[in-house]
């Protein structure tokens, strides 16, 4: 018995198939990101879990020259605990901050990071107004501001470490 190749018509199909679901895909992304801003990054400021103040700008002018991201987060979210590993794993490189958004007071939020060990900087959005004005209809999201000051990229759902990173990487580079 040996290996049965495809016919031209399955290569076919599995093709159309593939398209399919690779539209499918990119058009539930452009869905979830219809209200995303374009431009520059809407301004935000507000309480960190940790009881400090937290300002983008004055956030930014601390890491020149370089992009960095917003992780919008809740403690409700699956998938969210799903990438806690990739977020953990990006902060040791790069400038996140991360945004829990909808999962309570600071007190909530610190003891959901507690428990699940996690060393973020975590801005509180108990009322969702910060993700809202950012156009973010769920998370997880992740947002990538240029050295400019500019929306580079915005990702809504699960993103890998690697996505993340080559995001980074990406707006570094223009």
Partial sequence: MGIRW?????????????????????????????DVPSGPAPAIAGDLA???RFDL???R??????????????????????EEGNVTAVLADWPVMTVAMQSGPATQVTGHLD???LAWPTLVDSDGRIAAAYGLKGVPAFVVIGRDGRLRSVSTGYTTELGMRL?????ARS
């Fill in 6 to 34: 495809p016919t031209r018509a399955g290569l076919k199909r599995l093709l159309v198939d593939v398209v399919l679901f690779v539209a499918v895909v990119f058009g539930i992304q452009a869905w979830q990101q219809r």
């Fill in 57 to 59: 700008a004055a956030w």
């Fill in 167 to 171: 995001r980074l990487w990406w707006a």
């Fill in 50 to 52: 940790d009881g400090s």
């Fill in 61 to 82: 002018a601390e890491h020149p020259d370089q992009p960095v991201a917003l992780h919008f987060w809740a403690d409700w979210c699956p998938i969210c605990a799903k």
């Fill in 115 to 117: 428990s699940h060990k």
